[in-house]
């Protein structure tokens, strides 16, 4: 649909005719008007998004009425959701400004993109704010969220303070916010204006973490690094060690592959959560981390509880072989493993004992079962 940032597959197939700019009027309006039945509330949203973009001007208001007039027991449940795009949460956002409600299931998604949380720091109540505030890493990751709650007139001080004093203790420096400057005084006791140099923030994330971004996969996994390559990647390292964890942040999220090898295995947890969760990231990286012991406890969390990952089968069967994934965790993905793959943990003595224990169980189940039951001939 011209205008919509969503491709038609973020939609299921059988609400696809209800967007499509081809079927007729009638058929489109049902949608924008939410008469389709027995949808998923978050479908039905991503619906609603959609004919916003409609070529019909009666499609599209019906549609952002529909959207702004949904009960509460449908838009909890959307809006909570990390399966819903982003660009949805965004747009609803600005139609449930006035929902606290609405707003909080937002901010507390995963799936909101920092430039929304940014959009609604400066203006969304102290309950909100202090939403926003806890949630670290997308401080430190956008530096526009900072500077909306410093503006909100809702924030008690003492939140912004808190907010402030954080961020400096991390690396951010940013001079255009006077409360970011006031904490660098009270914390450091020096003007930030005055450390400015070709070793700052700035110069650091444009030296070095913009030529990373733009910096292409140019050398295949396989092939073997040249001596340039190899003086190239100890020179990055050295220079990581100097950057603060903002710093870090931006690049873990900015960076190429390179970046975020470095950067998955930095001790905050902070960084190497920044850079699991990087956009740029890999389903090739996810698994790597999925197949690592030495991985952060918080970005193996991260990738567990994330759906879009669970449905690439080698990344399961990694978590569940896994001895750093909690073993209720390790169990719940086992019975969705191929049968030979049970069949290898249940000898695999590299597993934890609980997991080759319940996958012998499995096996001794299912031959039962394949022998007519438990009360079948041995």
């Known amino acids: 649909m011209p205008g919509c940032p969503l ?67 449908i838009w909890s449940t959307a809006l909570r959701s990390e399966e819903v795009e982003a660009p949805v949460l965004d747009w609803v956002a600005g139609l449930l400004a006035a929902s606290p409600g609405a707003l909080q299931a937002i901010l507390l998604n995963p799936a909101t993109s920092d430039e929304t949380v940014a959009r609604l720091a400066p203006v969304v109540p102290a309950p909100l704010a202090e939403i926003i505030r806890q949630n670290e890493l997308r ?150 981390l999925a197949n690592s012991r030495t991985a952060n406890a918080d970005v193996l969390r991260y990738i567990y509880e994330k759906r879009d990952f669970l449905k690439i089968y080698p990344l399961r069967h990694a978590l569940v072989k896994n001895p750093k994934v909690p073993l209720p965790t390790a169990l719940k993905f086992l019975p969705t493993l191929q049968e030979k793959d049970i069949k290898d943990l249940a000898r695999d003595r590299n597993v934890p004992a609980t997991v080759q224990a319940q996958a012998k169980a499995w096996m001794i189940k299912r031959d039962a079962a394949n022998r007519g039951g438990v009360g079948g001939k041995h």
């Open 7 to 73: 491709p038609l597959e973020a939609l299921s197939p059988a609400l696809r005719k209800h967007v499509d700019a081809k079927a007729p009027l009638p058929i489109r309006m049902m949608g924008a008007k939410g008469l389709v039945p027995a949808v998923a509330p978050g479908d039905l949203l991503t619906m609603l998004f959609f004919l916003a973009f409609d070529e019909d001007a009666g499609v599209r208001e019906a549609s952002e009425r529909s959207a702004a007039a949904l009960p509460e027991r």
């Open 139 to 288: 401080l430190l990751r956008c530096d526009d969220i900072v500077r909306g709650l410093c503006r909100n007139p809702n924030v008690p001080a003492s939140t912004i303070d808190g907010a402030c004093d954080f961020c400096v203790r991390n690396g951010l420096v940013l001079l255009d916010v006077p409360q970011l400057v006031e904490a660098h005084r009270r914390i450091h006791g020096v003007d930030p204006a005055r450390l400015q140099s070709e070793d700052s923030a700035a110069t650091l994330m444009v030296e070095y973490g913009e030529e990373l971004a733009r910096d292409a996969e140019e050398a295949s996994a396989a092939e073997r690094a040249t001596p340039e390559q190899e003086e190239k990647r100890l020179t990055m390292t050295q220079r990581v060690l100097r950057m603060s964890v903002a710093q870090k942040i931006k690049l873990a999220t900015l960076g190429n592959r390179e970046a975020r090898t470095l950067l998955l295995r930095d001790s905050n947890r902070l960084v190497s959560l920044a850079a699991a969760q990087s956009p740029r990231i890999t389903d090739g990286e996810i698994l790597s």
